[in-house]
C-alpha cells in the first residue's frame, strides 16, 4: 500500500492501461502539453505520444460526439471534461447516441467510451461549475454511473471502465483530486456495483458517494463521541447499483440516512429511498432521512455555497432525527 | 449499405421488426446498423452522424489504420452546431474522414434560403481549410469519379474532405407528406435529371452494359426483395422472455 493523491491514482489508473491496450486514448481541453487542469494527465503525452493523447478545441458536443463514435468503431477513448456542468453541451451524443446504441443493434454493437469530468462545490467557482448532476445520467438507462470518493476507488474503477464495453460517466469531485488515500500496490481493480463499507456501526446506516462520503465520515466520527456507531457505506457506481449491500447493512441497522450534494429534487437518494422503503420497509425503525442540496443553483459566495450543500452537521442532525433522538423536519421545510 | 455487402432480407425482416433483422427489430428502419460489414448505423437524430463518423476515423487513426470514414449527412444537419465542431475536429487532426452532403434543398419542407444565407453548403469547409467540392448529386458517374479521388487523397494523408452532392427530392419527406411547397418547374428539372435513369443511360452509352443486361439486373433485384419480404414474414416474432433478459443488463 502507498499513500497518494486522488488524482495520482487516476493518473496511475490511465497509465497503466495505455500501457496494457493500444486502443486507449484521451482527448480533452489542455490535457496533453498541460496536463490537464487537475494535473491528471500529466507526463502521459511524453509517454504515450500525441497520436493518444490529444488535445481539442472548446467544442464539448463535438468532443463526446467523436470519443463515442471512436468507441462505436472498437477504441477505447477517455474524453476528458472539464466540469460535468460543460457535459451538458454534449447530452445528445451521451444520451441519444451513446446510451442507446447497444440496445439498438440488438446488442451486437458496444460502446466503451468513458467521459471522464469533476462536479461539485469547491471553493465558490460559482453555479455554473459547481453542479452535481448524476441524477441526469442515473435516469438515462444504458449508461454507467461512477463516483468514487477515494484514490484507491479512483484507480480501481477507471481500470475497470476502460476494461468494460458499456459507456461510462466517470464522475470525480473538484475537491478531492489533492486528498490522499491508500492505493494497493501492483494491479487494482475495483469492478462496477460493488458498494465499499467506508465505516463499520450497528445503529444507523449513512448511504454517501463522492465527496458526501467525506462529510459522512467526518459526521460519524463526532455521533462516535455521542456513543451512535454510525454504519457509511459508499455505493462507489450509482449505474449498476449494489441494492444487496444497501439493504443488508439497512436489515442491521434499522435506519437510513442518504446522503448526496446533489440538489434534493429527483435525487439519486429519493430513488435509493424508495428502494429501502419497497424491500425492507418491515425492517426500518425509522423513516428514511435524505440529506441533499438545496433546490438551488450553487451560488459564488462562500458562505451561501456552504448553505447550499450538506455539511457533517446535517448528516449529525438527520442521523439523531433517525435515532428519535431528535424531532423530525417538518415536511415544510 | 447493399454495396458493402448488406444482406437484404436481415434489413426488411429489421423493417417488420422480426428476430431476424440486423438489429432484432430492437432498432428499427432509422438504426440499422451492421458493425460487421463497417456500417456503423444511420441515426435518428439529425446530424448526429458527422461527430460519430469523424469519432471512427480517430479510431482508425489511433490504431494506424489507413480505413477511410464516410458519413452522408444532409443540408438540413448542416446547421446543427456538431456538424462544424465535429469537421473542425477531423481538419486539425487531419483524419481520413470524407462528408457527404446531399443536399436535396429542403429539410422537411423548410427551403435550404430560409435555413442559411450561403445555400453553397460547400464553403464551409474551406472557411475552415477543409478541401471541399461541389458535385452534381444527379450524376452518378461524376459521384463516382469524385469520390475515387477523395478517398485516394485521405489515404494521401490530404483528409478530411468535403463533398457537397446538389440534388433535389422527387416527393415529400414521409409518406403523409405530399410535398406541395417543391415548385412544379423545379421538380420537373430535377425528375427529367433523374440520376436512375442517367445511370441507365451513362452505361450503355459508354459501352459498360446492354439495355438487355440491365433489364436482368432490374428483375433481379426486384426478386431478391420479393424473396426479402417473405423470409421476413416467415421470421420468426421476437421473444419478450430475452428481451426481459437483454433488458437485465441496464
Known amino acids: ?333 | 449499405c447493399i454495396a458493402w455487402g448488406a444482406d437484404i432480407k436481415r434489413m426488411v425482416a429489421e423493417l417488420l421488426q422480426k428476430e431476424t433483422g440486423y438489429c432484432r427489430g430492437y432498432g428499427g428502419s432509422m438504426h440499422i446498423a451492421d458493425i460487421t460489414t463497417g456500417n456503423l448505423g444511420a441515426n435518428g437524430i439529425v446530424g448526429a452522424g458527422t461527430p460519430l463518423g469523424v469519432g471512427a476515423a480517430l479510431a482508425a487513426q489511433v490504431r494506424g489504420s489507413d480505413a477511410v470514414t464516410v458519413t452522408f449527412t444532409t443540408d438540413g444537419a448542416t446547421n446543427n452546431g456538431t456538424f462544424m465542431e465535429s469537421l473542425n475536429l477531423a481538419a486539425i487532426w487531419n483524419l481520413n474522414f470524407i462528408l457527404i452532403i446531399e443536399n436535396n434543398q429542403y429539410a422537411v419542407s423548410t427551403p435550404i434560403g430560409d435555413s442559411t444565407r450561403e445555400t453553397d453548403l460547400y464553403k464551409r469547409g474551406i472557411a475552415i481549410g477543409v478541401e471541399s467540392h461541389l458535385v452534381d448529386g444527379n450524376d452518378p458517374l461524376a459521384v463516382h469519379d469524385l469520390m475515387v479521388e477523395a478517398v485516394k487523397k485521405c489515404r494521401a494523408g490530404q483528409g478530411p474532405i468535403l463533398i457537397e452532392a446538389r440534388t433535389f427530392r422527387h416527393m415529400g419527406h414521409h409518406v403523409n407528406d405530399p410535398g406541395k411547397y417543391m415548385p412544379e418547374d423545379k421538380l420537373k428539372y430535377y425528375k427529367d435529371r433523374d440520376p436512375v435513369d442517367r445511370a441507365r443511360n451513362d452505361f450503355v452509352e459508354m459501352g459498360g452494359a446492354t439495355a438487355a443486361e440491365i433489364a436482368a439486373i432490374e428483375k433481379q433485384i426486384q426478386e431478391e426483395f420479393e424473396e426479402a419480404v417473405e423470409f421476413s414474414k416467415n421470421s420468426p416474432e421476437v421473444s419478450v422472455e430475452e428481451f426481459r433478459e437483454f433488458a437485465a443488463i441496464y
Open chain 1, 1 to 333: 500500500m502507498r499513500e497518494i493523491m486522488y488524482r495520482d491514482a487516476l493518473r496511475e489508473a490511465i497509465d497503466e492501461e495505455m500501457a496494457r491496450n493500444a486502443q486507449v486514448f484521451i482527448i480533452g481541453e489542455g490535457i496533453a502539453e498541460r496536463g490537464g487542469s487537475y494535473k491528471v494527465t500529466e507526463g502521459l503525452l511524453a509517454k504515450y505520444g500525441a497520436k493518444r493523447v490529444r488535445d481539442t478545441p472548446i467544442a464539448e458536443a463535438g468532443m463526446i460526439g467523436v470519443g463515442v463514435g471512436a468507441a462505436i468503431a472498437g477504441a477505447r477513448p477517455i474524453v476528458e471534461i472539464l466540469y460535468v456542468d460543460f457535459a451538458m453541451l454534449g447530452m445528445d451524443m451521451i444520451v441519444n447516441q451513446a446510451a442507446k446504441f447497444r440496445l439498438m443493434t440488438g446488442g451486437n454493437g458496444r460502446v466503451p467510451f468513458v467521459m471522464r469530468t469533476q462536479g461539485g462545490t469547491g471553493g465558490g467557482v460559482a453555479a455554473q461549475h459547481s453542479q452535481s448532476l448524476e441524477a441526469m445520467f442515473y435516469s438515462v438507462p444504458g449508461l454507467r454511473v461512477v463516483m468514487p470518493s477515494t484514490p484507491a476507488d479512483a484507480k480501481g474503477l477507471l481500470k475497470y471502465a476502460l476494461r468494460q464495453d458499456d459507456p461510462v460517466m466517470f464522475l470525480e469531485h473538484k475537491h478531492l483530486y489533492m486528498t490522499k488515500g491508500l492505493v494497493p500496490d501492483g494491479e487494482h481493480i475495483v469492478e462496477f456495483g460493488k458498494g465499499d463499507i467506508k465505516r463499520e456501526g450497528k445503529d444507523v446506516t449513512i448511504i454517501a458517494w463522492s465527496n458526501m462520503v467525506h462529510r459522512s465520515l467526518e459526521a460519524a466520527a463526532e455521533l462516535a463521541k455521542q456513543g451512535i456507531e454510525a454504519e457509511v457505506i459508499d455505493p462507489r457506481t450509482l449505474v449498476p447499483l449494489d441494492k444487496a449491500m444497501i439493504l443488508k447493512s439497512v436489515a442491521k441497522t434499522k435506519r437510513a440516512v442518504i446522503v448526496q450534494e446533489a440538489c434534493r429534487r429527483g435525487g439519486v437518494a429519493s430513488d435509493i429511498a424508495s428502494i429501502i422503503q419497497a424491500e425492507a420497509f418491515y425492517e426500518l425503525d425509522a423513516p428514511v432521512e435524505i440529506v441533499a442540496g438545496l433546490d438551488i443553483p450553487v451560488p459564488f459566495n462562500l458562505a451561501l455555497e456552504k448553505v447550499s450543500v450538506p455539511q457533517k452537521d446535517d448528516v449529525v442532525a438527520a442521523v439523531r432525527r433517525s435515532l428519535h433522538l431528535d424531532a423530525y423536519a417538518q415536511a415544510a421545510e
